[in-house]
């Protein structure tokens, strides 16, 4: 079931790899993909599985930072437009421009016109490439957006920005999968326990989760792209590092679906903060809150639920407003924000930091460390680690190739838009199944069908069921445990996947200890 996996295993430890990637999430796995796509023998490692930590719990968007406006980083969101527009041009089918319902309360903190100019300064400094902002009325509201409470409300505008069609995790695969196609290596649910800087290599000792097993991989350098560990793993090197991360803890619940328009719903909540409504499949995602905390290990408080349906609810105009009841799932988890090492941060300035990157390089050891960043500087942040890597010495014999991006949606012709949208060119080989026995193309959960489990089951490393629910595919954001656990498909789901282990794996699942929302 996981040849992939440990085929994966035997190649990177068979052969001295030019770079070692530790992390999987957004940063770690464009870091691989670049340097595989420029011709470096690249092993991509994280102790969970691809996308498991921060790159599974944002807000699905792909922005430009107009909320950085207001404490005037222009050069930043200049930036991040400009990466923005970058993300989707060259994934088309996977970053869509969307449209921003902004409401502004009676009594704001600046009149509403002000915050219009803000909208046209954000949308010349995106140079234009989506469509340009206009003023709502409260009757412009009302007729546009009859679910929202247009009396308490002193106007609004519209703009545009973009999101994530599929989930934050499945997008960050889609790198993982660039470096096999590249030649690479990408292995979940393997830790990094030591590693020794001796003659010129990386000597590094990682732990299988899965088998238990002790795995050597020697690589020519090393970058630490562990996120929110990143200082855990540089304190066991002896890294001294010129940054550190601080973090914020966010969460966003989901709940039935608001808004049938594909727009996000955006105000500013109780706190001053934008607030957005998100569209998610056929569900909306709410959030986020903004809280500091000292540790990456984070939940859901019962406070944190009360405060995103109190905002919700005070904005939307339904005849019973939402509860706990309502929360099919939550998505919590911590942003890294990188700040300098001797800096202190106090808890009433924090809110102002960026989640720009900071990356810390230790040339005489080959090894570099990413601090913070976001999924929309993905491809800068890809850039950036593959020329400091060949800065080290480490020869790239393609560095001009082109590694991100996604196939022309013409050669897609005839490809349900779905699967093009998920597995790009491999998509040919899922509609081939259903062509050589049509029974493979009936639904088994959700829109999933036989045969596009049968090749998560074979290319895309799934080792638990939790990686194929809640991260190869957003069923878990969709479907409450309880009807989940019925679902009628849900059994040969498992069966495709672990075989033998099917049972194993669906009572381990259904053992965590459940979201209780009272």
């Not at 793993?233 to 594909?262: D, Y």
Request: proline letters at 4%; a negative charge; hydrophobic letters at 40%.
């Amino acid at each position: 079931m996981n040849n992939a996996r440990s085929r994966c295993i035997e190649q990177g430890r068979s052969e001295v790899q030019d770079c070692l990637v530790v992390g999987g999430g957004i940063n770690g796995a464009v870091a691989a993909a670049a340097l595989s796509g420029k011709g470096a023998k690249v092993t991509i490692v994280d102790k969970g599985d691809f996308a498991a930590f921060t790159s599974q719990e944002s807000s699905n968007l792909a922005w430009g930072g107009i909320k950085y406006l207001e404490t005037l980083e222009f050069g930043l969101v200049w930036k991040l437009c400009k990466s923005r527009n970058q993300l989707m041009r060259v994934y088309p089918n996977q970053v869509e421009e969307t449209r921003f319902f902004t409401s502004i309360s009676k009594g704001f903190r600046m009149p509403f016109y002000m915050v219009y100019v803000g909208a046209l300064i954000y949308w010349v400094m995106g140079r234009f490439q989506t469509r340009p902002p206009f003023l709502l009325t409260r009757n412009a509201i009302r007729r546009r957006a009859p679910m929202l409470k247009a009396g308490q409300l002193g106007g609004g505008l519209e703009y545009s920005d973009c999101r994530l069609v599929e989930n934050d995790s499945r997008f960050t695969f889609g790198f993982v999968r660039k470096t096999l196609d590249h030649g690479g290596s990408a292995i979940n649910y393997m830790e990094l326990v030591a590693a020794e800087w001796r003659a010129g290599l990386w000597h590094c000792a990682l732990q299988d989760r899965v088998s238990g097993n002790a795995v050597e991989i020697k690589a020519r350098s090393l970058v630490n792209a562990a996120g929110p560990f990143a200082d855990g793993i540089n304190q066991m090197l002896g890294i001294e590092s010129s940054f550190r991360h601080v973090f914020s803890k966010g969460v966003h619940i989901i709940v039935p679906q608001i808004c049938k328009e594909s727009r996000v719903l955006t105000f500013f909540a109780s706190d001053g903060r934008l607030f957005f409504m998100i569209p998610m499949g056929s569900r909306t995602c709410i959030g986020t809150t903004d809280t500091w905390v000292d540790s990456e290990a984070v939940e859901a408080t019962a406070e944190d639920l009360d405060f995103l349906l109190e905002n919700a609810n005070s904005l939307l105009d339904f005849e019973r407003p939402l509860t706990k009841a309502d929360i099919i799932a939550t998505r919590c988890g911590v942003r890294p924000l990188a700040v300098e090492a001797g800096a202190s941060v106090n808890e009433g300035e924090w809110t102002a930091l960026s989640r720009k990157h900071e990356i810390d390089l230790h040339p005489d050891r080959k090894m570099l460390t990413i601090y913070g960043g976001k999924i929309t500087d993905c491809i800068n942040v890809g850039n950036e680690i593959a020329g400091f890597v060949n800065s080290f010495g480490i020869e790239l014999p393609k560095p001009a190739a082109v590694w991100f991006g996604e196939p022309e949606t013409a050669r897609g012709e005839g490809v349900p838009p779905e699967l093009w949208r998920r597995y790009g060119e491999a998509a040919f080989q899922i509609v081939e199944k259903i062509e050589a026995d049509p029974a493979k193309g009936r639904l088994l959960i959700e829109d999933y069908t036989c045969a596009e489990l049968h090749h998560v089951a074979e290319t895309e490393m799934v080792v638990h069921l939790e990686d194929f629910l809640r991260r190869r595919s957003m069923i878990a954001l969709s479907v409450k445990p309880e009807v989940l656990r019925k679902a009628e498909g849900l059994g040969e789901v498992a069966d495709i996947l672990f075989g033998e282990h099917a049972v194993d794996e669906l009572d381990r699942y259904f053992s965590k200890e459940p979201e209780v929302h009272v």
